[in-house]
């Protein structure tokens, strides 16, 4: 089939190079010229492991390209996909759907024939509804279907996530679109409960409410780490002991810093403002918004704790910058706002991350962006460990010691073994993992 994606960003690009790679023959547009010209000079302007590969193979088997010109590639295509962003509107957090309905009035016009129309962006419910009437009212005489596809990739493992979901949500309210959906997918041979049809209001929901119940469980988990650091209990060990319980599941159970990202702070807020608009409020995600807020501008007290309650005039060594690990991606990480809160206090910051210092730099003012690990650990009194990348998990403790200036690690991600930590002579805190003050909690006393 032909493909058009509009939108060559995360999604836009690991959806096409996806779909080509499967047969079809795709189009990214993107309005960003700059990044045309790159992708057509074979360079990837984010970082997803495979996708370079991917992208080359398929263009050189002439099934993908790179434009800018949206009408050129729409009108013959069978299928347009809208991959735009949906960020938060920041004076009140719902979802901007600006770019959505742009491309839809950009995509209208130059309809050939029976498209289908795919929404891929994250949007609220309803909005298939409005791309159907924007279009529409842009071109009367055009003859398409709208149907809702949410994306649930996550960055870092996309292309496997797309070769193997675990679900395809499909929310097409009429037949014919369905078998169309069904058709683009089939290469794929997706396990036939594994592939939901749904109504299309219902396809926008599940995506908001998947992300927002993993918001939630993380949360959970956050919160059960400070309680165990006040009680002397392990929260990897409850995490695993919870884990095992299949109606739990292990995954989302990993203590943090605090949940960041392009799409879960957003998501989160714009589920809070449809419940609230369609006067059924979603309590528990409305906690989670606030209780990660509150997490990520707190979380700075503890590097300043570690440095006995002043950072002033310290330097504090980052390790680990992107909102996870595997990606180049910085919007929303917890990074930002921990190195702000430490430079507010006083502290000079050294910051490293394999992939993400390039997109990070403008929003850091005044930090020393450093080549490697070592190099970031370098003269400082305290080494803050903030995003899970493997190769954290095997610095080399021996040089690490002789080149901090101090010895007090923070490990936001619980990725080094406390005792081995101890053993080598660091003064180590994890998070939610006991020891804070053994005496400090007391269970009522038995008559
Ligand atoms: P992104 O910002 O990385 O990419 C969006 C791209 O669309 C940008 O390059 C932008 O220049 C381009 N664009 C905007 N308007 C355009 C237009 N009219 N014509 C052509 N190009 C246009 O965003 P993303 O991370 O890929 O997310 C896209 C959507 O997918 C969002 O709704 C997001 O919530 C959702 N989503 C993202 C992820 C993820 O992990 N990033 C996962 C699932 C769903």
């Not at 149907?147 to 675990?166: M, Q, T, W, Y």
Request: hydrophobic share 45%; with cysteine.
């Amino acid at each position: 089939m032909k493909i058009t994606v509009v939108g060559a960003g995360y999604v836009g690009l690991v959806s096409g190079a996806c779909l080509a790679n499967i047969g079809h023959e795709v189009t990214c547009v993107e309005r960003d010229a700059a990044r045309v010209t790159m992708l057509n000079n074979g360079i990837v302007p984010i970082y997803e492991p495979g996708l370079g590969r991917l992208i080359a193979a398929n263009r050189a088997a002439e099934r993908l390209d790179f434009t800018s010109d949206l009408a050129g590639s729409v009108g013959d295509a069978d299928a347009v996909f809208i991959a735009v962003g949906t960020p938060s509107r920041t004076t009140d957090g719902v979802a901007d759907l600006s770019h959505v309905y742009q491309a839809a009035r950009e995509i209208a016009p130059a309809l050939r024939g029976h498209t289908l129309i795919v929404t891929k962006s994250t949007v609220p419910v309803g909005t298939g509804d409005e791309i159907e009437r924007v279009i529409s009212k842009c071109n009367a005489s055009a003859r398409f279907a709208v149907v809702s596809n949410p994306e649930f990739l996550r960055e870092g493992s996309a292309i496997a996530d797309f070769r193997k979901p675990d679900r395809v949500v499909i929310g097409a309210d009429d037949e014919g679109a369905r078998r169309m959906m069904s058709a683009i997918y089939a290469p794929l041979r997706i396990e036939s409960r594994r592939m939901v049809y749904v109504s299309r209001r219902t396809a926008e929901l599940i995506k908001y409410a998947s992300n927002s119940f993993l918001a939630m469980k993380v949360t959970f988990i956050n919160e059960i780490a400070d309680l165990c650091e006040k009680v002397d209990a392990d929260v990897t060990d409850v995490a695993h002991g919870m884990g095992l319980d299949h109606r739990i599941g292990e995954s989302f159970l990993m203590a943090g810093p605090g949940i960041g990202g392009s799409c879960f702070p957003k998501d989160t807020l714009a589920l809070v403002k449809t419940a609230q608009d369609a006067d059924s409020p979603v309590r528990l995600v409305e906690m989670t918004v606030a209780i990660n807020d509150q997490r990520k501008r707190a979380m700075a007290k503890k590097v300043i704790r570690a440095c006995g309650g002043s950072v002033r005039g310290k330097t504090i060594g980052i390790l680990g910058l992107t909102f996870k690990p595997d990606t180049d991606d910085v919007r929303e990480a917890v990074s930002l706002s921990i190195i702000r809160a430490l430079q507010d206090a006083g502290a000079r910051v050294r910051a490293y991350d394999p992939e993400g210092m390039e997109h990070a730099r403008p929003h850091l003012p005044g930090v020393v962006f450093c080549p490697d690990a070592m190099s970031a650990a370098s003269d400082v009194d305290a080494l803050a460990i903030v995003t899970a990348w493997s190769a954290f998990r095997d610095l080399d403790l021996a040089q690490l010691k002789t080149v901090m200036a101090d010895t007090r690690i923070v490990d936001f991600q619980n990725m080094l073994d406390p005792e081995v930590m101890r053993l080598a002579g660091f003064t180590y805190s994890g998070l939610g993992r006991g020891e804070a003050d053994r005496s400090s909690y007391v269970v009522q006393a038995a008559e």
